[in-house]
Nanobody, 120 residues
Framework: QVQLVESGGGLVQPGGSLRLSCAAS????????MSWYRQAPGKARELVCA????????NAVDSMKGRFTISRDNVKNMSYLEMSSLRPEDTAVYYC?????????????WGQGTQVTVSS
């Protein structure tokens, strides 16, 4: 059974930091690209950043560069999103995504999401 379970969300003050974690199971994690998406109220889900199975990182939005860092641990089957200098506009539900890409085309999995609220 495929599972992606996010954790680490919560309430943080502007300028603060959070580390989100995504625990993966039930699929060949190291062969999958891992991504983090977010969805703010009333807005479409957007890509935050991604890391390929080979470890190549893509930052989708310039405003997140230098503030958000994605990483993965292929031994623990974990993906992480380190967020710093958080702003109120970063408030959203953050989702973990796994994409089989070249190795398993069409296999795309989502976690249930974790809420991040940036507010004083």
């Amino acid at each position: 059974q495929v599972q992606l379970v996010e954790s680490g969300g919560g309430l943080v003050q502007p300028g603060g930091s959070l580390r989100l974690s995504c625990a993966a199971s039930g699929f060949a994690f190291r062969r999958y690209a891992m991504s983090w998406y977010r969805q703010a109220p009333g807005k479409a889900r957007e890509l935050v950043c991604a890391i390929s199975s080979a470890g190549v990182i893509t930052n989708a939005v310039d405003s997140m560069k230098g503030r958000f860092t994605i990483s993965r641990d292929n031994v623990k089957n974990m993906s992480y999103l380190e967020m710093s200098s958080l702003r109120p506009e970063d408030t959203a539900v953050y989702y973990c995504n796994a994409d089989g890409g070249y190795y398993y085309p069409g296999n795309v999995y989502w976690g249930q999401g974790t809420q991040v609220t940036v507010s004083s």
